[in-house]
């Protein structure tokens, strides 16, 4: 090959990854917003919005949940979730971290699952007990996720406020 060949070659390979590369942060820059949809776990069927607030360097989303209408004694919460994403498979999976909001006797889930760009869904597995699947689709916004997660769920006091037991 000559050198002359050898440099054409070599900047149609650049080009063509930077046109893979701008192609996936463009997708990337898109998943950025709430994702509406429903998950089945112990308490039943339940609707859920995952707002997704960045992608890089790690994933970062709130993950509020609410009463479905076939299920309507569901309570409402809402906490934060971080994870990876791989932009060549459209593989996303999200750990919970703190609550915003935390009904009695919940416990956080992780979700593992793809997204499907043609339907612009994400869809997967609720990993957590008697827990089933999750399916979400794009809206962009949806308030639900401010009225549940805009206040941080309270911290406990660092100083003990029960009174001193004094010896008889």
């Given at each position: 090959?000559?050198?002359?060949?050898?440099?054409?070659?070599?900047?149609?390979?650049?080009?063509?990854?930077?046109?893979?590369?701008?192609?996936?942060?463009?997708?990337?820059?898109?998943?950025?917003?709430?994702?509406?949809?429903?998950?089945?776990?112990?308490?039943?069927?339940?609707?859920?919005?995952?707002?997704?607030?960045?992608?890089?360097?790690?994933?970062?989303?709130?993950?509020?949940?609410?009463?479905?209408?076939?299920?309507?004694?569901?309570?409402?919460?809402?906490?934060?979730?971080?994870?990876?994403?791989?932009?060549?498979?459209?593989?996303?999976?999200?750990?919970?971290?703190?609550?915003?909001?935390?009904?009695?006797?919940?416990?956080?889930?992780?979700?593992?699952?793809?997204?499907?760009?043609?339907?612009?869904?994400?869809?997967?597995?609720?990993?957590?007990?008697?827990?089933?699947?999750?399916a979400v689709a794009y809206t962009g916004g949806d308030n639900t996720v401010d009225r549940l997660c805009s206040k941080p769920e309270p911290v406990a006091s660092?100083?003990?406020?029960?009174?001193?037991?004094?010896?008889?």
């Open positions: 090959m000559t050198l002359r060949k050898l440099a054409i070659t070599t900047a149609v390979l650049s080009m063509a990854v930077s046109a893979a590369f701008a192609q996936d942060a463009e997708k990337e820059h898109k998943l950025i917003g709430d994702w509406r949809g429903e998950y089945v776990c112990n308490q039943g069927r339940t609707a859920m919005t995952l707002r997704i607030l960045a992608l890089r360097p790690k994933v970062r989303a709130l993950f509020a949940f609410y009463a479905h209408p076939s299920n309507p004694t569901v309570p409402s919460g809402c906490y934060e979730m971080s994870g990876v994403y791989a932009p060549r498979t459209g593989e996303i999976r999200l750990t919970p971290g703190a609550w915003r909001l935390h009904p009695p006797t919940y416990v956080t889930v992780s979700l593992r699952g793809a997204l499907n760009p043609a339907k612009w869904t994400i869809a997967g597995d609720v990993e957590g007990f008697n827990c089933a699947q999750f660092l100083h003990n406020t029960a009174p001193a037991l004094t010896p008889n």
